[in-house]
């Protein structure tokens, strides 16, 4: 039978003395680490104890676990430029030391430690570890592309956990979806239509960031494909009717088939299409999600009523032409006849004129035949006096 000895009395009583002494020293942060939105304010819960007997002379918060200097105390965050004017003490000097930061971002990100000094020289405590401060912002995790008909389901990403039980909200095109306020960070869209299209971010309630937008595609087969007419739609003889083929799709359709009504095979291809019968015409719009067919639009023929017309017109004008010649010729003719005529009469004259001492004088007859030449001169001579 053996027996342990029990420790000596004042060992014992020196062991409790030390455990109480630790207890009475401390600072309490809840929780110890914080994750918080960009630009928001947070608040760093904190309780603190010390033994009875000292005095809170000051109490401060510092984001430094050691001194450059020995001798020298630890930086205060309020006296700091970065944070005195974002910092408020929301404490006491007696057991809370709970503080608010505001306007957080990325360099706010660091251990904070509380520390108190009392009125003796060795009550002075700094509660480390202390907490920690991460800062996220917001991102939008969406697919690049979608089909429509199909869900599809956007995230609002953070790097960390956000410490708040945070309401999400969403926004398209900068407008905000009120029937979507989710408590979790995902957006479902179910069989996603065209009209779903659109730049999405996402917030948190109560907080002015926004994150930065991501581009939703909607990828969609041909819609309201349609064909419009260049022109009248009426053929003229030896001319044609140009149609257009027109379509809604994501993306763009590339592919183009034009059909005449009652023939089955394609009797063009690409957007536009020259008709150079008349008839009933449809055209047919195709990408990689599928296609739609346009409602027939109906060229007109007026071949025979305009060519008709065009001969008649161009025998009117030949004929009017032909005469208008054939007048100018003729006027030319009788005036040149005219200048002739009236020449030859002049010279005539002119001669009888310049013998005017001769008894003899000329009769002249001019018959009128196909031939200008004078063809009879008879000369008459006085009879001579009759003896008496």
Avoid at 280 to 291: I, L
Avoid at 292 to 304: F, K, L, N, W
Wanted: charged share 20%; aromatic share 10%.
């Amino acid at each position: 039978m053996s027996f342990r000895m029990a420790p000596p009395l004042p060992w014992i009583f020196l062991l409790m003395i030390h455990g109480v002494s630790s207890a009475d020293w401390g600072v309490s942060y809840t929780p110890s680490h914080i994750c918080a939105l960009h630009n928001s304010s947070v608040i760093m819960n904190c309780t603190y104890t010390y033994p009875n007997g000292y005095k809170i002379e000051k109490v401060f918060w510092t984001n430094t676990k050691e001194k450059k200097d020995k001798h020298e105390e630890f930086p205060d965050l309020s006296k700091d430029p970065e944070y005195s004017q974002r910092l408020q003490y929301l404490g006491d000097k007696e057991q809370n030391c709970t503080i608010r930061l505001s306007h957080v971002t990325q360099k706010d990100q660091h251990m904070y430690c509380f520390r108190f000094i009392t009125d003796k020289p060795d009550g002075k405590w700094t509660g480390d570890p202390g907490v920690t401060l991460t800062v996220t912002d917001l991102q939008v995790e969406a697919p690049e592309r979608v089909t429509e008909g199909h869900n599809v389901r956007l995230t609002c990403k953070s790097s960390c956990t956000l410490t708040d039980r945070a309401t999400f909200i969403w926004y398209r095109n900068s407008q905000p979806l009120t029937e979507r306020r989710d408590r979790n960070n995902q957006l479902l869209l179910q069989s996603v239509r065209r009209e779903d299209a659109g730049r999405y971010s996402c917030a948190l309630h109560g907080h002015t960031y926004i994150s930065p937008a991501a581009q939703l595609n909607v990828s969609y087969a041909p819609k309201n494909v349609s064909v419009s007419i260049n022109g009248s739609g009426v053929i003229v003889e030896g001319d044609s009717v140009t149609l257009i083929c027109s379509s809604d799709s994501n993306p763009p359709a590339l592919n183009f088939s034009w059909f005449k009504e009652n023939q089955s095979s394609a009797v063009g291809s690409g957007q536009s299409f020259s008709a150079l019968q008349s008839g009933r015409f449809y055209c047919e719009a195709h990408n990689q999600h599928g296609s739609q067919r346009s409602d027939a639009v109906t060229v007109t023929g007026e071949e025979h009523y305009r060519s008709s017309w065009s001969v008649v017109f161009g025998i009117a004008v030949e004929c009017g032409a032909s005469l208008m010649l054939i007048t100018i010729i003729i006027i030319i003719i009788l005036f040149i006849i005219k200048k002739r005529r009236s020449f030859k009469s002049e010279y005539i004259t002119k001669t009888q004129i310049s013998d005017p001492g001769e008894d003899t004088y000329t009769a002249l007859e001019l018959k009128s035949t196909t031939s200008d030449l004078y063809d009879t001169l008879t000369t008459v001579r006085p009879r001579p006096p009759e003896d008496s």
